[in-house]
C-alpha cells in the first residue's frame, strides 16, 4: 500500500506530487455537499457555482491575474493542445508554427498532427544545456507565424528557458506566444501580467492538487477556437460540466502553494545543491541540463547513467521504497532514447540512461542522504552484473 511508503524518499515530483490535506479535503467536500451542477441556476447549481469561481479566483491570483483570464482544462496536456490547436483553428489554411526542439509531448505531438495536416513546423534548436537564443527565434519567425510555443521549465533536464526574452521578440513580431508553465507554477514566482506571454499553461497534480484538472490563460482580446463543442462552460472554450470537485483541489492547492513559495524555493534549492554535491564524485553519473543550478527548475537534477539504463535504475531504487524517473514521465516504460536528450546533442545510447530526481514539499535531508547513499551503492556495481541483477 501507498501508506506504507516514506514520502520522504519519493523523488518524482515533475510526474505528479503528493496531494496537500487541504486540497484532498476540498475535493471531499465539494464531492460532499457541492455536487450541483454550476450551470444550473438553483440553488445546488449554484453552490457548486461558487466554489468554481473561487477556485478560479484563487488560481488566478497565483499567476497574478484576473479570474476571467482563466480556462479550466483537465489537465497540463489539454492546455497546451488547446492552446496550440486553439489558435490554428482560427485559419482556413496551414500557416507556419514555431516550437522548441524540448517540448513537452503535449506540445510536440500536437504539432505533429498540425504538420500532417499541411502546417510548417520549425522546431528552435538548443543548447548543450538546453537553452534558447532569442536570436535563434528571431531568425526563424515567418509572415505567416501564427504561434510560438516555449516550455518554461523543461521537465526532463530542468532548463529554464529565458522566457520574458523570448516573449519579447513575439511581441515585437505581434506573433501569440504560448509557454507551458506546468513544472514552474508554484516553484518560481510568475507574475503573467507582467511577461510578454499570451497563453500559459498549469496542472493541479504538479503542484498538490488532485489530478484530472488544469488550466490554460488567455491573455485578454486573444481569441482561440474550441476544441469541444457543447454547452457554454468555460466562457465558450470547453463545453462540458465542470469537474467541481477536481477544481476545487486545484484552487485549494494553488492558493496554498503561493503562501510560502519564497520560503519554499529556497529550501527546495537548499536540498538541490546538497544531493547534487552529494553525487558529484560519482563517476557512472553524468549532469544533463545546466550545471549552474540556478539556471534550471530549483526542485530538479537529471542525469545520465552510465553502462545503464534509466529503467534499470528506477527499478533498483523502487525495490528499496525510493521513486525517480528515467527521463519523462510521459515516456516511461519506453526503451527509446530521450527525445529531449537527443536534442540536445546526446548520443542515442547516452540518452537511454537518463534519470531525474526530482523534490517536494515533503522532501528533507535525511531523504536525500538516503538516496545519494544507495545510488552510490548501486552504481559502484561493475555495469554487467548489475545490469542482470
Known amino acids: 500500500m501507498l501508506t506504507d511508503l516514506d514520502p520522504a524518499l519519493y523523488f518524482d515530483c515533475s510526474a505528479t506530487t503528493p496531494p496537500r490535506p487541504e486540497a484532498m479535503a476540498a475535493v471531499v467536500n465539494a464531492m460532499q455537499s457541492q455536487w450541483g451542477n454550476p450551470s444550473s441556476l438553483h440553488l445546488w447549481g449554484q453552490r457548486a457555482a461558487t466554489v468554481l469561481e473561487i477556485a478560479r479566483q484563487q488560481v488566478a491570483s497565483a499567476i497574478g491575474t484576473q479570474s476571467d483570464r482563466i480556462v479550466f482544462t483537465s489537465g497540463g496536456t489539454e492546455a497546451d493542445n488547446l492552446a496550440v490547436m486553439g489558435i490554428a483553428r482560427r485559419y482556413a489554411t496551414p500557416q507556419h508554427l514555431i516550437i522548441s526542439s524540448v517540448e513537452h509531448s503535449a506540445i510536440d505531438n500536437a504539432a505533429r498532427?498540425?504538420?500532417?495536416?499541411?502546417?510548417?513546423?520549425?522546431?528552435?534548436?538548443?543548447?548543450?544545456?538546453?537553452?534558447?537564443?532569442?536570436?535563434?527565434l528571431s531568425r526563424a519567425l515567418q509572415n505567416n507565424t501564427a504561434l510560438v510555443s516555449v516550455i518554461h521549465g523543461q521537465s526532463e533536464v530542468g532548463t529554464l528557458q529565458p522566457i520574458a526574452a523570448l516573449g519579447a521578440v513575439c511581441r515585437a513580431a505581434e506573433v501569440p506566444f504560448h509557454t507551458d508553465a506546468v513544472q514552474t507554477?508554484?516553484?518560481?514566482?510568475?507574475?503573467?501580467?507582467?511577461?510578454?506571454?499570451?497563453?500559459?499553461?498549469l496542472s493541479s497534480h504538479k503542484i498538490y492538487g488532485p489530478q484530472g484538472a488544469g488550466a490554460l490563460y488567455i491573455r485578454a482580446g486573444l481569441d482561440l477556437a474550441p476544441l469541444s463543442l457543447g454547452g457554454k462552460q468555460e466562457n465558450q472554450m470547453r463545453a462540458g460540466t465542470q469537474a467541481v470537485p477536481a477544481i476545487a483541489g486545484f484552487g485549494m492547492a494553488a492558493q496554498l502553494i503561493c503562501q510560502d513559495i519564497q520560503v519554499e524555493t529556497a529550501r527546495l534549492r537548499s536540498l538541490q545543491r546538497r544531493l547534487a554535491?552529494?553525487?558529484?564524485?560519482?563517476?557512472?553519473?553524468?549532469?544533463?541540463?545546466?550545471?549552474n543550478l540556478d539556471a534550471r527548475l530549483p526542485h530538479h537534477l537529471s542525469y545520465?547513467?552510465?553502462?545503464?539504463?534509466?529503467?534499470?535504475?528506477?527499478?533498483?531504487?523502487?525495490?528499496?521504497?525510493?521513486?525517480?524517473?528515467?527521463?519523462?514521465?510521459?515516456?516511461?516504460?519506453?526503451?527509446?532514447?530521450?527525445?529531449?536528450?537527443?536534442?540536445?546533442?546526446?548520443?542515442?545510447?547516452?540518452?537511454?540512461?537518463?534519470?531525474?530526481?526530482?523534490?517536494?514539499?515533503?522532501?528533507?535531508?535525511?531523504?536525500?542522504?538516503?538516496?545519494?547513499?544507495?545510488?552510490?551503492?548501486?552504481?559502484?556495481?561493475?555495469?554487467?552484473?548489475?545490469?542482470?541483477?
Do not use: F, K
Not at 185 to 201: K, Q, T
Not at 277 to 291: V, Y
Not at 306 to 333: F, H, K, P
Not at 338 to 367: C, N
Open 185 to 201: 507554477m508554484g516553484r518560481l514566482e510568475i507574475d503573467v501580467e507582467s511577461l510578454p506571454v499570451d497563453l500559459l499553461s
Open 277 to 291: 554535491s552529494a553525487l558529484a564524485d560519482i563517476p557512472a553519473l553524468t549532469l544533463t541540463g545546466p550545471s
Open 304 to 389: 545520465v547513467v552510465s553502462d545503464r539504463t534509466g529503467e534499470w535504475l528506477v527499478v533498483q531504487l523502487s525495490r528499496q521504497g525510493m521513486a525517480i524517473s528515467s527521463g519523462s514521465a510521459c515516456n516511461s516504460g519506453q526503451l527509446s532514447p530521450s527525445r529531449v536528450l537527443l536534442a540536445m546533442g546526446y548520443s542515442s545510447e547516452g540518452a537511454l540512461g537518463a534519470i531525474r530526481l526530482t523534490l517536494g514539499h515533503h522532501s528533507t535531508e535525511a531523504g536525500v542522504d538516503r538516496l545519494a547513499n544507495t545510488l552510490r551503492t548501486l552504481l559502484s556495481r561493475d555495469p554487467l552484473s548489475a545490469i542482470s541483477a
Open 113 to 136: 498532427r498540425l504538420e500532417g495536416e499541411g502546417w510548417q513546423v520549425a522546431r528552435l534548436p538548443v543548447s548543450a544545456d538546453g537553452v534558447i537564443a532569442p536570436d535563434t
